[in-house]
């Protein structure tokens, strides 16, 4: 069993930053076994992927819309990952989720994920 829960959203205007953070409760099988995900949600929409981070930390992966702009990097020896976001923009509202898979390497299908936090909202005012 995996419990991740997120921290660190909030209200932030145009043009700022926030650092998401994602604590890891993991079993027998170790935070370190898992690759890991940020994903977002906004209303109406669908969830769509963010960023991504592999077991190790060395292979990153990031959406087209936020590249440039969020950093996803991850703890081992802290059991956390965190998405560093820059130059936020109103379309990144959203409530945002982490997300572990089993793979070594993130992916960008949520489908692909085993186990998920509760979310933590981020708005961006204009």
């Known amino acids: 069993q995996v419990q991740l829960v997120e921290s660190g959203g909030g209200l932030v205007q145009a043009g700022g930053s926030l650092r998401l953070s994602c604590s890891c409760a993991a079993s027998s099988r170790g935070f370190s076994g898992y690759a890991m995900g940020w994903f977002r949600q906004a209303p109406g929409k669908e969830r769509e992927f963010v960023a991504g981070v592999s077991r190790s930390g060395g292979v990153t992966a990031y959406a087209d819309s936020v590249k440039g702009r969020f950093t996803i990097s991850r703890d081992n020896a802290k059991n956390a990952v965190y998405l560093q976001m820059n130059s936020l923009k109103f379309e990144d509202t959203a409530v945002y989720f982490c997300?572990?898979?089993?793979?070594?390497?993130?992916?960008?299908?949520?489908?692909?994920?085993?186990?998920w936090g509760q979310g933590t909202q981020v708005t961006v005012s204009s």
């Open positions: 997300a572990a898979n089993r793979g070594y390497a993130s992916s960008r299908y949520a489908s692909s994920y085993d186990y």
